[in-house]
T-cell receptor
Framework: AQTVTQSQPEMSVQEAETVTLSCTYD???????LFWYKQPPSRQMILVIR??????QNATENRFSVNFQKAAKSFSLKISDSQLGDAAMYFC???????????????FGKGTKLSVKP | DVKVTQSSRYLVKRTGEKVFLECVQD?????MFWYRQDPGLGLRLIYF???????EKGDIPEGYSVSREKKERFSLILESASTNQTSMYLC??????????FGPGTRLTVT
């Protein structure tokens, strides 16, 4: 069974600095998707970034980028120029590319709580 | 803009009551999901649906059932609420790129 591990329960960063959140996963599949989701204190979960396992190029969305290391099964999120609004719980998630059946769900890590200091 | 709505933000029910949580999406997505979120446990999948009237059990389906009569609506039912079902419930809808869009959540308290 696939598992997702986020080893940092809490992280802190100074405003305008860069922070990296770690995520590792365990799978025997070769084709899959990885995501980072953000959940601010208002509780609505928001998609931050998406990576397809067959793509070698790391995904980037504005100040957010990932370092995807397929062989190491590592998928870290880098936040550049951190802003106060980045303070949230961040979840790493894994999904197999199938529809229906018991394979069709996201598997989430337990999350990393990011604090941003002014 | 993608929109997923849930019927209530906060709900308080008594033990033994039947509870309905409603979720509606406006993106014509086929896949919809119900998760519960508990501190220290992250998000756990209860049920999901990949089409109208089609459903699959997730990791923790015991004590829950679901209904999907129309594509845009996915309901979670607690047949007889218990205190251990006190939790945050999140609904999600998924597009063809496997990106899930979440509703605002329902904080359910069972007393």
């Amino acid at each position: 069974a696939q598992t997702v591990t986020q080893s940092q329960p809490e992280m802190s960063v100074q405003e305008a600095e860069t922070v990296t959140l770690s995520c590792t996963y365990d799978t025997s599949e070769s084709d899959y998707y990885l995501f980072w989701y953000k959940q601010p204190p208002s509780r609505q979960m928001i998609l931050v970034i998406r990576q397809e396992a067959y793509k070698q190029q790391n995904a980037t969305e504005n100040r957010f980028s990932v370092n995807f290391q397929k062989a190491a099964k590592s998928f870290s999120l880098k936040i550049s120029d951190s802003q106060l609004g980045d303070a949230a719980m961040y979840f790493c998630a894994y999904r197999r590319p199938y529809y229906g059946g018991s394979q069709g769900n996201l598997i989430f890590g337990k999350g990393t709580k990011l604090s941003v200091k002014p | 803009d993608v929109k997923v709505t849930q019927s209530s933000r906060y709900l308080v029910k008594r033990t033994g009551e039947k509870v309905f949580l409603e979720c509606v999406q406006d993106m014509d997505h086929e896949n919809m999901f119900w998760y519960r979120q508990d501190p220290g446990l992250g998000l756990r999948l209860i049920y999901f649906s990949y089409d109208v009237k089609m459903k699959e059990k997730g990791d923790i389906p015991e004590g829950y059932s679901v209904s999907r009569e129309k594509k845009e609506r996915f309901s979670l039912i607690l047949e007889s609420a218990s205190t251990n079902q006190t939790s945050m419930y999140l609904c999600a809808s998924e597009n063809s790129a496997h990106e899930q869009y979440f509703g605002p959540g329902t904080r359910l308290t069972v007393t």
